[in-house]
């Protein structure tokens, strides 16, 4: 507090005077303080310097000197010699004053600042945003899913994902003998960008939103595969905090009945809810986790415990899942800095970035992800960020980054991983169809969820090898089997009649 009162007198006017323009303006746009990377280089206190600071007080000094002043100046000693070298003792004492005072501003205040956000406990209707229907209100019928089209070919009705019948209760599930829960969760409090709520409504409304026949296998998941419509999971959309917990206890629901939920974000703070419902269920590090982004979202140090930034971290942090079973694949762009990648070795987690791809090729990336994957033997959890596309294909995304994976290199890599693993839960997030006038990125959201659904499909039916492509559609074998169907009979018979009204 004594340095709060010190630069709120004449020294914080001292403090003022002396930052320049361009001192001003790298502070403003600096990143947040867990994604500024300061240089860990040994660089010798030039001779001038220690002649300015000769009479500034040790702790100011040893500040300065320090990587703490590091973010304020663009990371590095050479541009906070830049900064300092035509200033006077008087004024590095006030710069230094300023980036004191930034910090100790941003801390915890217990005489100002709220330890937690108080609630109204004595409100009524507390709960009633997640109070579960009771079967008694609703038409009696017996358990099991069922559907919602008046037309037999499945056309008009209420949009399903996957064009699935719907399934409303556990007992739906184990009566139906569902094999996968499609369902919503469309939270966007978790992001400082919003819309991704709207992505549960865009993919059950847009092209291609039915498991159909997939033509590299020729696998039909909707065929195999019992797929249900598990509706939304109610969203408090004031809180973050209050909804995950809701999360959390509806994917343990699921996964309880041996289904396996397939969520629909929703920003991907849900990646926390969602593993450790699962974890809730098959125990604490028993699964792995392939993470597909662009960010590493294992960031800390923010005064919320949770956000779509932070959820590898926490489910980390608490056991859920252990770093030496998380694979992070796409990762490029600004963050994270080295730090992130120190935290990354230092707790085990795999990771294959963009720049990785450039120097090895995709084709030989993929394969060592795939061979992580499956290498412990471990149940899987694919956590599918939408920004892992580069932007051409999705563009309706709150954080894209250019130079990502294209359709043609995603698709067989989550069928493979879904094929070649015991998949315990599947989560698509970050799609935010309003940022997108075209239906494009639902589409594509839905194709890279069809690939998953196929490759469990796959494995239902005994094919455990992610690779395989069906020779059907791959090998044309002519003329040979040309001239064997004509020999048979079995070729078309040319009508010239044909079409014609008779």
Not at 134 to 142: T, V
């Amino acid at each position: 507090m004594g340095l709060k009162k010190v630069l709120l007198g004449g020294a914080f006017m001292a403090m003022a005077v002396s930052l320049t323009p361009a001192f001003i303006s790298v502070n403003a746009q600096s990143a947040p303080a867990e994604a500024v990377e300061a240089e860990a280089e040994e660089t010798p206190t030039p001779e001038w310097l220690e002649k300015k600071i000769k009479k500034l007080p040790d702790e100011k000094k040893e500040f300065l000197l320090s990587d703490k002043s590091l973010r304020f100046v663009g990371g590095t000693k050479e541009k906070l010699y830049q900064r300092l070298e035509k200033k006077t003792g008087k004024e590095i004492e006030a710069m230094v004053d300023a980036m004191q005072y930034v910090i100790e501003e941003g801390k915890f205040d217990p005489e100002t600042d709220l330890a937690a956000i108080p609630m109204n406990t004595e409100a009524t209707n507390y709960n009633g945003w997640k109070v579960m229907k009771p079967k008694e209100l609703n038409p009696k019928r017996e358990p099991g899913p069922f559907t919602v089209s008046r037309y037999a070919n499945s056309r008009g009705g209420i949009a399903t994902f996957a064009g699935a019948p719907i399934a409303m209760y556990p007992d739906d599930l184990i009566a139906g003998n569902v094999d996968v829960a499609i369902v919503g969760a469309p939270l966007d409090m978790g992001s400082y960008y919003r819309g991704q709520k709207f992505g549960p409504m865009a993919m059950r409304n847009s092209y291609a939103t039915g498991a159909r026949i997939d033509m590299n296998t020729m696998v039909n998941p909707s065929k195999e595969l019992n797929i249900v419509d598990y509706g939304d999971i109610a969203i408090d959309n004031m809180s973050t905090e209050l909804s995950v917990l809701h999360v959390r206890e509806r994917i343990k629901e699921i996964a309880e009945t041996g289904t396996i939920p397939f969520i629909v974000g929703g920003d991907h703070s849900l990646e926390y809810p969602d593993i450790a419902g699962l974890a809730d269920v098959h125990g604490k590090a028993s699964f792995g986790v392939v993470h597909f982004d662009s960010h590493f979202d294992a960031g800390k140090d923010s005064p919320h415990f949770l956000s779509h930034g932070q959820p590898v971290y926490r489910a980390v942090k608490e056991g859920h899942v252990l770093g030496e079973n998380y694979i992070q694949v796409g990762l490029r762009g600004g963050w994270p800095g080295p730090e992130g990648f120190e935290w990354m070795r230092n707790n085990g987690v795999r990771y294959h970035t963009m720049p990785e791809v450039e120097k090895k090729g995709w084709d030989a990336v993929m394969k060592q992800a795939l061979a992580e994957a499956r290498e412990d033997g471990k149940k899987l959890f694919i956590s599918f960020d939408v920004d892992v596309l580069d932007p051409a294909f999705i563009p309706g995304t709150g954080t894209p980054v250019p130079g990502g994976l294209t359709m043609r290199e995603a698709i067989p890599i989550v069928r493979g991983l879904c094929a070649e693993n015991d998949m315990v839960g599947f989560e698509l997030v970050e799609l935010a169809p309003e940022q997108d006038p075209t239906y494009r990125s639902a589409l594509n959201a839905n194709f890279i969820m069809q690939a998953c659904l196929t490759g469990i499909a796959m494995r239902k039916k005994g094919i455990t090898d992610g690779s395989y492509l069906s020779e059907l559609t791959t090998e044309h074998m002519q003329p040979e089997a040309g001239i064997k169907a004509k020999a048979e009979g079995l070729n078309e018979e040319i009508d010239p009649n044909y079409g014609q009204m008779r």
